[in-house]
């Protein structure tokens, strides 16, 4: 092999290794983002604290959802989630790992899921609890 050719693949080796690695620690570094609290406690089960939650396309971020266990709230962001990578879905210190985006986040006692993620696309979507948007549980998660 030419001593050029030499140079030229270890440089593609060497990007290579950079770009595998820039991209393996896109979920690191993860921000907080405020939590959105379902119904509060000793009060209301149809308050919602954290209604509207912004972030920033392409970054690494961790959302806590809370219920306070008033009622059964069944989470919904299906655009939200269709348009983010999910790194993990975590409840009581187990983690989940999916292949794809859940389709809903269901809380049938008081509890924390803790959804870590990376938004691939710009835009405001629309979070609610289903069966529960007249009574003002809904909110926005808008990616800038």
């Known amino acids: 092999m030419k001593p050029h050719h030499v140079a030229a693949a270890a440089i593609a ?4 290794g950079t770009l595998a690695t820039e991209a393996a620690d896109i979920a690191k570094g993860r921000k907080k983002l405020g939590e959105i609290v379902l119904g509060a406690a ?3 089960d149809f308050a919602v604290e954290g209604k509207e939650i912004k972030m920033e396309g392409g970054k690494s971020y961790r959302l806590l959802i809370t ?7 069944k ?5 939200f ?7 993990q879905i ?3 210190n187990i983690e989940i790992h999916p292949y794809g985006a859940p389709h809903a986040l269901e809380f049938d006692v008081a509890g924390t899921v803790e959804f870590d993620f990376v938004p691939i696309r ?3 979507y629309e ?14 998660l808008i990616v800038e």
């Open 13 to 16: 080796v060497l990007v290579a």
């Open 67 to 73: 219920s306070n266990g008033g009622k059964e709230y």
């Open 75 to 79: 989470f919904m962001a299906p655009e």
């Open 127 to 140: 979070w609610y609890i289903a069966g529960l948007q007249e009574q003002g549980m809904t909110g926005t």
């Open 122 to 124: 710009t835009g405001t």
């Open 90 to 92: 975590v409840i009581n």
């Open 42 to 44: 000793g009060g209301s």
């Open 81 to 87: 989630f269709r348009n983010v990578w999910v790194n």
